[in-house]
Each structure stands twice: as structure tokens, then as C-alpha cells.
């Protein structure tokens, strides 16, 4: 089994992550090869909550500049948790 903090790398801490709080929704960075049910496993055991859904999205990357030449940077995996009502990550 995988250890919970390879699966989970951290929380996201983006504009829309914030706006989705208000719907008890938390964004996290993610291995590329986790699937859900790893995800769901993980967050609960680090943070001690109850998980009711995982939505998971892969963000292909953008391409940037690297001296005289374009360089692709890394895909990454995102997933968006839902907790059960009443349930709360302590973000600060």
C-alpha cells in the first residue's frame, strides 16, 4: 500500500479552491497514478475526516520558455474532495 502523504502532495490554495469552500470542497496536488479510492483513503487518514466524494482532473502543461527555446512543464493531477456535512479541514 501506498503511503498516504506520497499519494497526497498538498492543498491547493487557488481562487476558485477558496470560492469552493463555501461548499465544504477542498482542492489537492496528487500523484499522477492515484485513483479515487487511494485519494479518498489518504485524505482521511491525514486530516481525521470523513470523505464523500472525489472528483479527479489531470492539467496538462503549459508551455514556457527555457533560455532560447520552448520547455514543456510538468502534468499534474488535481482532486477536488467533498466532505460530509459537518466535517472541516483546518487550512490555516
Known amino acids: 500500500m501506498k503511503d498516504a502523504h506520497d499519494v497526497v ?3 491547493l490554495r487557488t ?4 470560492h469552493l469552500l463555501t461548499q465544504n470542497k477542498y482542492q489537492f496536488l496528487v500523484d499522477m497514478r492515484a485513483n479515487k479510492i487511494e485519494i479518498r483513503k489518504a ?3 491525514i486530516y ?4 464523500d466524494a472525489v472528483n479527479t482532473a489531470i492539467i496538462g502543461g503549459k ?3 527555457v533560455r ?3 520547455g514543456p512543464r510538468p502534468d499534474w493531477k488535481r ?3 467533498t466532505l460530509k ?3 472541516k479541514i483546518d487550512i490555516t
Open 9 to 11: 502532495r498538498g492543498l
Open 15 to 18: 481562487e476558485k479552491g477558496t
Open 43 to 45: 485524505i482521511e487518514e
Open 48 to 51: 481525521k475526516v470523513k470523505v
Open 63 to 65: 508551455m514556457r520558455r
Open 68 to 70: 532560447y527555446k520552448m
Open 79 to 81: 482532486a477536488i474532495v
Open 85 to 87: 456535512q459537518g466535517e
